[in-house]
């Protein structure tokens, strides 16, 4: 298996990562947060970090959620980024991100270079919406599916920061949406999904993305163009590389596919691996 390597831009920089954390450039803004993969040395000492940064994420105990520690005093607790011809806002939240995921980069030139004018494209799972918002960009009719009001509302807000208009809005569970969609009879030339490792559905049963990619993957499948792509992202370790492989190449019979590994490298050389990255194409 491959790695692919998401490169920075102007607006944000992997400036160094070890001991379990990683020191990132937003903008103007400098944040150190977890990062489980960064299981190496830094480059850097923490101390030197903190002299740098503006804030730092401070886990508790089950690793899922936590508080953000200002570093300095002036720091803002929301601002804008850019990239290409979108404007995203980012903000603290109590889950350590920012609402912005800056190693999905590649997927997005991909994108960017895959759909055309008034090409139907698919975002499941959309969250603030990146990739939505580089489809609509270059001309994409986009729907964009998230079962979170808040994040569809921040992804709005993203739409109207960067001048677009007319992204199909889509309060819904991915997984419901997308089974009614090949009901309809409705095909994309695109579609990307970011499913979550584990969590609750709207009606209360348990997400475990071990036990649903297949489905998930095989409901894409049918609503695909002839012509289109698939892009799924899969970051919980629970569902090990092989696994993937194994479920793509059973479902994907006669087409092109890669598994490949999601990576960045820091400003100071070193590597983090965020996890797998599938691409489904036509032959």
């Known amino acids: 298996m491959a790695r692919i390597y998401s490169e920075p831009w102007s607006d944000y920089e992997l400036l160094d990562a070890g001991g379990s954390k990683k020191l990132e450039r937003w903008g103007e803004v400098i944040t150190i947060r977890p990062e489980r993969n960064a299981y190496f040395r ?154 979550p490792a584990f969590g609750i559905g709207a009606g209360k049963e348990r997400w475990k993305i071990e036990n649903r990619f297949p489905e998930l993957l095989k409901i894409a499948l049918d609503l695909r163009q002839e012509d289109g792509f698939i892009i799924a992202n899969t970051y919980s370790p629970k569902l090990d590389v092989k696994d993937v492989v194994e479920i793509v190449k059973n479902l994907a019979v006669s087409e092109k596919c890669g598994v490949d590994t999601l990576c960045m490298k820091t400003g100071s050389g070193k590597l983090i691996e965020y996890g797998q990255r599938t691409l489904i194409e036509p032959v």
């Open 42 to 195: 830094s480059v850097k000492p923490f101390t030197f970090w903190q002299k740098k940064a503006h804030f730092e994420f401070e886990e508790e105990e089950d690793h899922q959620k936590g508080q953000w520690k200002r570093l300095k005093p002036d720091a803002p607790t929301e601002w804008f980024i850019n990239y290409r011809d979108i404007r995203m806002k980012l903000q603290l939240t109590k889950y350590k991100h920012l609402g912005f995921f800056p190693e999905q980069q590649i997927n997005w030139e991909y994108i960017a270079k895959k759909i055309g004018k008034n090409d139907r494209f698919l975002n499941l799972f959309g969250y603030t919406g990146a990739a939505s918002l580089v489809a609509r960009s270059v001309g994409g009719d986009v729907f964009h599916c998230d079962s979170v009001r808040q994040v569809i509302n921040w992804g709005k807000e993203n739409m109207e920061a960067s001048g677009l208009s007319d992204i199909h809005w889509v309060l819904e569970d991915a997984l419901k949406f997308a089974q009614r969609e090949v009901k309809r009879g409705n095909r994309y030339k695109g579609i990307i999904m970011d499913p």
